[in-house]
């Protein structure tokens, strides 16, 4: 307590100068907490993809012709995925889904249609992901390929066409004319879900099974989920074996997949910017420039941070002295400064972080945005946004500068003769 007391006391003395120290900690933290929460929201867990450091993403494949540059490339058809993913034995488990929403509408009959997204799936899906169910539950294997017509839809989808969350059983029309039950109601999804957002979910419907071009391309994906990361060369050696299966059958016409790494962890899908390049090519570029962009962001504000914490200490040099005049030690004026600096790098870390959650929190809707996408709200959480290990570092990193500014200025001063720090003179 007597800490935080003193360090108070000498904020109140240079009401300007703490306030000015307290804000360049503020705004360091708050420039790199708000990129990095808008960039990582990407790969941070949060359900339903609460899994993401399990999950292994099969999105692309490319067939090229051997011994030419030519080939195609683009997602799977269905049977393809099931080739090449289905029912791996080292997974947890593995769902096949259309790899992006449909924009589609739902409602009741003779009522207007809100306008939605809609993604198709298997009965996997719902064990891969983990939705939260406020009503009902999800359908099953058994309706992929037409088989059924169960529909799931968020809740906002159910409040927006029903009123109510409480809607088990009742039918809706998708695209006005197709009758779907609704067998369950879940938490609406953020629109960062990269694999798992919709705001309705149907099974994979006869069209979608059978849908193919170039005999092995389509339109769905597949996302396999980890008993845990360490399973991960397990689940690639298997899928390697199905490959080299898969090109022995490409090779009686002259093709053969090349998978490019393929699947992708969440981390390296960031990376994926074509269906027939490696994200390897990607991926240090962008590392690189991401880190320099975050030491900038951190080092510009710090600083004019140091430079400020500099300046109050030499106003103190007078006090400094009058103290070890009455006995005050060394050691004890070099921890009280130390401690110092360390409360007020706590306080403006603190601050900074608020300011950008409260930013990215504000403007989430805009930031989040995606044109494809017919949701509005980007639904995040506070859990979402902070990332502790990254607000830990900058905050250290800070505390490091400061230290260093005022380290050496409070040596100096503690070593001085008390008449020579009595009278401010420092050399």
Known sequence: MSILKHTFTEMRRQPLI???TLTGTALAIFLIMTVVMIQDVNVMPFAPESNRARFLHARFMNISNIGSDSGSSGNMSYQTAKKLYGSLESAEAVSIHKASPDAATAGI???????????????????????????GKPYGNEETGGNGKSVVLSESVARDIFGTVDVTGREIFIDHFTPYTVCGVVRDVPM???????????????????????????????????????????IRAEIDRRIQSFNTELGVNGKELIHHGSPYTQEKLQYVKSSNIDPEVFETPEKRTRMLVYTILLLIPAINLSSMTQSRLRRRVSELGVRRAFGCTRRRLMTEILNENLLMTIIGSLIGLLAGIICVWSMADTLFADQWKTGTSANLTPGMLIQWPIFFKATIFCFILNILSCGIPAWRAAMMKPTEAIGGLQK
Request: aromatic share 16%; net charge negative.
């Open 192 to 234: 960062m879900a990269s694999s798992a957002y919709a705001g309705i979910w149907i099974p994979l419907t006869k069209g979608t099974v059978e849908s193919s071009w170039g005999d092995y391309f389509g339109p769905v994906c597949a996302t396999i989920l980890a008993p845990s990361s360490d399973n991960f060369s397990l």
């Open 18 to 20: 703490s306030a000015v």
């Open 109 to 135: 009959a003779g009522e207007a249609h809100v306008d939605v997204d809609k993604l198709e799936t298997d009965g996997e899906f719902w064990k891969v992901f983990d939705f939260t169910f406020i009503s």
